[in-house]
């Protein structure tokens, strides 16, 4: 299934949807046009019930380096923004699937913000990134202030934002930054290898862990712990469960009925 947009391609199949940030004769540098339209692709993927595992790239050899300054410089405002556009990074970090960023190139400023809201993120050896948004007097958007500490630390956070420039993947791994790297030629099928071994895991243990990691955030641990105990529960006497336990003690892969 695939929906029709102008900046952005968003089809799903067999439980996996791909957005793919569509302007590559730019980069996929964002524009007004592109964060609305991100929102609502994310809007459909979080009320989609079938989704197991979101990815986000780029077309092309980029992944986003940010919003298009020269289409802003040049009075290319192409649309106004309200408030709650700017939630597309709230859905990549909240939807139910797990969401994967594939950084396939270039990756800074918003893009990087976007990258790091989601779940895991992938990258090529010779992904560059880069905060960015100091180097062009702005504060920032994306809410990379409150994801990037999280994932390489306070301190680490606040050197890459204050003394913003490019760092290659293999730092990006060393520090926590991305995940995993691949080599270049075989990014996507290394990637796809990730996607299907997460779209493959039984849907509601996959959704639920990936709930209890945001109650995480939230809850103090003798409230999370209670949450979390009362989903074990729940998850563990599913059939998805009980038909986990079977394949494993008749050594065969399970059956999760995956579309």
């Known amino acids: 299934m695939s929906h029709e947009f102008e900046t952005v ?3 799903v199949e067999r439980g996996v949807g791909r957005l793919t940030l569509n302007r590559p004769d730019r980069m996929n540098g964002m524009t007004n046009r592109m964060v609305r ?3 609502e692709a994310l809007g459909r993927a979080a009320a989609d019930d079938s989704l197991r595992v979101l990815v986000l790239t780029g077309a092309g050899k980029s992944f986003c380096p940010g919003a298009d300054l020269g289409h802003f410089t040049e009075g290319g405002a ?3 923004l309200s408030p709650e556009h700017f939630r597309a990074t709230t859905l990549l970090h909240e939807i139910p699937a797990v969401t994967v960023a594939a950084i396939n190139g270039a990756c800074a400023g918003a893009g990087l913000g976007w990258a ?3 779940d895991l993120r992938l990258a090529t050896r010779s992904a560059k990134l880069n905060t960015a948004f100091l180097a062009v007097a702005v504060a920032g958007d994306m809410g990379l202030p409150w994801t990037l500490p999280r994932l390489v630390g ?3 956070a606040r050197e890459l934002s204050f003394l913003p420039g490019k760092i290659d993947a293999a730092e990006a791994e060393r520090i926590g930054l991305v995940t995993r790297v691949f080599d ?3 990014f996507t099928s290394r990637v796809d290898e990730v996607v299907d071994r997460l779209a493959s895991s039984a849907p509601l ?3 639920t862990l990936k709930s209890n990691y945001l109650a995480g955030e939230r809850l103090g641990f003798a409230d999370y ?3 979390e105990a009362d989903r074990h529960l729940r998850v563990a006497s599913s059939p998805e469960t009980a038909e986990a336990f079977r394949a494993f003690v008749e050594k065969r892969p399970p059956d999760f009925g995956r579309r």
Do not use: M, P, V
């Open 225 to 227: 712990i209670d949450l």
């Open 154 to 156: 306070a301190a680490k």
């Open 78 to 80: 192409d649309e106004r």
């Open 184 to 186: 270049d030629n075989e």
């Open 116 to 118: 790091c809201a989601c």
């Open 9 to 11: 391609l968003y089809d």
């Open 205 to 207: 243990a996959l959704r």
């Open 37 to 39: 339209e991100t929102y």
